[in-house]
């Protein structure tokens, strides 16, 4: 373990521009995974971070200090200077620095995966990401346009989903939709098929797009089904993650009341 306590320090500077620049983390390759539970579903699925860096004071803290004692390259940062690098108020006082993943994309797309066109939002996309875990989605497509799916807020409401998925950022989606096989699924208001009428017991990919636009009208295009959600409220549209989780947990719902499944 080594103790950093001047803010001149190599390392601790090269810290607070990871910590604070996307643009340097971007560069560095690096992500930073900060809190208890991050870490602990790294630790689970990934391996070894970079660094494990701790405050001072949180060494006293029972589940910091465990992580800490499993990590092999350990940084204690004084209080004051951790507060200098953390993203998170009232947080535990750990975080982890780790290589962001860089997938090269699969050949073709034959199992249920997960299409985003621009989305913008890093809670909805967290959200989205751990509901996609939850229903035993593994793959991933992020449009240019998407919000970057390692940054830290995505990470922080994703609660470690993203070391159970695949995720391939700047993605052509028509280009990979050109050689995949398998149905594709959109949602739209104006569909005439409710999502729960369609068959969702085989592979599909499902289209998400931005909040406020939708989807990109060439990727609409793509669509085999469109589906529509139902609704009761005098409410005009849903929420982006909520909708699809309605629709990963519809698919879940399928497949287990298959006969022959347990």
Request: glycine share 6%; charged share 15%.
């Amino acid at each position: 373990m080594k103790l950093i306590s001047s803010r001149e320090n190599a390392l601790y500077k090269e810290l607070k521009q990871l910590a604070t620049s996307s643009q340097a983390r971007r560069k560095a390759g690096y992500s930073l995974l900060d809190g208890v539970h991050l870490c602990q579903a790294y630790l689970a699925h990934s391996g070894q971070p970079r660094w494990c860096v701790i405050s001072e004071s949180a060494q006293t803290h029972p589940e910091a200090a465990v992580l800490a004692a499993q990590a092999e390259h350990v940084l204690v940062l004084a209080d004051a200077l951790y507060q200098g690098v953390s993203q998170v108020e009232h947080g535990v006082g750990i975080f982890f620095v780790a290589t962001t993943p860089v997938l090269s994309l699969p050949d073709s797309v034959i199992k249920t995966a997960v299409m985003l066109d621009n989305l913008q939002d890093p809670g909805n996309m967290g959200s989205l990401l751990r509901s996609a875990a939850a229903a035993g989605i593994t793959q991933v497509f992020c449009s240019t346009g998407t919000v970057s799916a390692w940054s830290p807020k995505v990470l922080r409401a994703g609660m470690g989903a993203h070391f159970l998925l695949d995720i391939y950022e700047n993605v052509d989606l028509l280009a990979v939709l050109n050689t995949s096989t398998i149905p594709v699924l959109a949602t739209s208001s104006y569909a005439t098929q409710s999502v729960y009428q369609a068959d969702l017991t085989g592979p599909v990919i499902w289209l998400f797009g931005h909040e406020g636009q939708g989807l990109a009208d060439e990727l609409m295009d793509c669509a085999t089904e469109q589906v529509t959600i139902p609704h009761q409220g005098q409410i005009e549209s849903l929420n982006v993650a909520a909708c699809a989780a309605i629709c990963f947990f519809e698919q879940v719902r399928q497949k287990i009341s298959m006969p022959g499944h347990h």
